[in-house]
């Protein structure tokens, strides 16, 4: 007897507290600077979600250390449904595969709240690499060891994650050479320093119709809607699959009455009409699924990509 009134009685406290709110702005911490994929899709979800709960959800802007501090606050926070976290493949899957000792654990420090969107990347190699189409600058690889070089934004980044793929599942060695971001790095395979990079289609676009750079493949299991015409890495080399995604969670222990309402009201926003178009513009796919799909997808790219980089000895423990 006592149990179940112990269970009614926070059932009440919750359902009570879930009457009253928000009754204050509620904190999105994006861990990205201002102006990048993630704050893109942040801001278009916080201005809807402010829309529909009567209360501002401001974008708090926490970068540095590939997002690592950003989701260490977020894990930190006070699980009171007023921080909400949207954080990065790197964060989600990558890292806790990199590092032992990461300031969060995902699936102890957070629970789910939806995925917003993905995104495939596509492979580019500077226009003097004499190769058509994947298939093509395997060869070359597989030929010339130690002929193609490939650029990251920085050691365990999706980029560099990418580019071991293809090291790994076609069984030849191009030199990973990390750059301090994505535009330094595209810029120099533009010049030649570096034969290729597989990046953001947004951002290789306008090298792609310029002729500076040649797009032989995008990254994902389908077309990407943006560029159709490609075929994709994995028509040549089989099991080749890797994206870009971006999801939001909540400390975890935030009350369910809470948790609830924030996922319902984020798939909504994801859901409407033109937010879906301003995250397509961006060249990503929009989502807006479960909690549960989200878990499964943060618990299948953990198991996948740690498997990509154990084969590749990746490490960024020196």
Do not use: C
């Not at 806790?96 to 709240?113: A, T």
């Not at 069984?171 to 535009?183: D, E, L, R, W």
């Amino acid at each position: 007897m006592r149990n179940i009134m112990l269970v009614t009685a926070l059932f009440a406290a919750g359902f009570a507290q879930a009457q009253g709110y928000p009754n204050k702005p509620i904190r999105m911490i994006v861990a990205s600077a201002p102006g990048g994929a993630p704050d893109i899709l942040g801001r278009a979800i916080a201005q809807k979600m402010s829309d529909s709960l009567g209360q501002q959800v401001v974008v708090d802007n926490r970068a540095g250390a590939s997002g690592l501090i950003g989701a260490e606050i977020a894990a930190k926070s006070a699980p009171d449904g007023y921080t909400l976290f949207l954080g990065t493949t790197t964060l989600y899957a990558i890292l806790p595969n990199l590092k032992k000792n990461l300031p969060y654990n995902i699936q102890r420090d957070f629970i789910s709240v939806t995925q917003i969107a993905g995104a495939s990347n596509v492979l580019v190699i500077n226009a003097s690499v004499p190769a058509k189409s994947v298939a093509e600058l395997l060869q070359i690889a597989k030929t010339k060891p130690g002929a193609l070089n490939y650029a990251s934004a920085g050691r365990g980044t999706p980029a560099h994650l990418a580019g071991e793929m293809v090291n790994v599942l076609a069984n030849v060695s191009m030199t990973h050479v990390p750059y301090k971001g994505a535009g330094p790095a595209l810029l120099d395979v533009i010049a030649g320093q570096v034969q290729l990079i597989i990046t953001s289609p947004i951002a290789a676009g306008p090298h792609i119709n310029s002729g500076k750079v040649r797009a032989l493949a995008t990254t994902g299991a389908k077309r990407n809607p943006a560029l159709p015409d490609l075929p994709t890495v994995s028509d040549t080399l089989p099991g080749y699959e890797i994206t870009q995604w971006w999801g939001l969670s909540l400390p975890a222990k935030t009350p369910r009455a809470l948790s609830e309402r924030l996922q319902t009201e984020a798939r909504k926003a994801v859901n409407l009409p033109d937010v879906r178009e301003r995250i397509i513009r961006t060249g990503a796919e929009p989502v807006g699924g479960t909690p549960q799909a989200f878990d499964a997808l943060i618990a299948a790219e953990q198991r996948r990509l740690g498997d990509v980089i154990r084969k590749a000895k990746i490490s960024l423990e020196d």
